[in-house]
């Protein structure tokens, strides 16, 4: 399981905050198992003792069970679009458009709504490593987003 770690470091000797009084952090990506340390951009002061450490911990949110369901779902259906909404409703104008190209070429295809579970709207963006939706699989292989899709079939 990948976990984000995150750690905010505060000084009482240097503030972490800019001139208007926001909180400013930098993140730092170790490597590409999420592992990310955020620490005040502006802290100065290197005793221990001045320091406040805080750790958090993210699990990822592709877990093994959802990724054998959805290696199960892009194996056993030649076409499959994960979209917001469904075929017959649609809920965002990209997840429209790749179901009226699919629609225009006859292109028989299943839908599943990532609307209507978070943690797999999360861990098919980590499945697919595929920031945005729709997300459209081919014979088990990720094709694209909505802007792929109009490039290559239309």
């Known amino acids: 399981m990948a976990l984000r770690c995150v750690m905010a470091v505060s ?3 240097s503030p972490a ?7 400013v952090f930098f993140s730092k990506t170790l490597s590409q198992s999420h592992r990310t ?9 290197r005793s221990s003792t001045a320091r406040i450490a805080r750790f958090r911990c993210f699990s990822s949110a592709l877990t093994p069970q959802l990724k054998n369901t959805l ?3 892009v194996t056993s259906n030649k076409v499959v679009l994960f979209m917001k909404g ?3 409703f649609p809920q965002c104008g990209f997840s429209n458009t790749v179901v009226q190209i699919l629609n ?3 292109v028989p295809f299943e839908t599943i709504n990532i609307l209507e579970n ?11 490593s595929w920031p945005t939706f729709p997300q459209l699989y081919i014979e088990g292989e990720f094709f694209g987003g909505c802007d792929i899709t109009v490039g290559k079939l239309l």
């Open 11 to 13: 000084s009482p000797c």
């Open 17 to 23: 905050t800019d001139a208007v009084g926001r909180k």
């Open 37 to 45: 340390f955020t620490f005040p951009l502006y802290s100065t002061n």
């Open 71 to 73: 290696d199960k779902v």
């Open 86 to 88: 469904t075929k017959d």
């Open 104 to 106: 225009s070429l006859n």
């Open 118 to 128: 978070e943690m797999l709207r999360m861990g098919l963006k980590e499945y697919s």
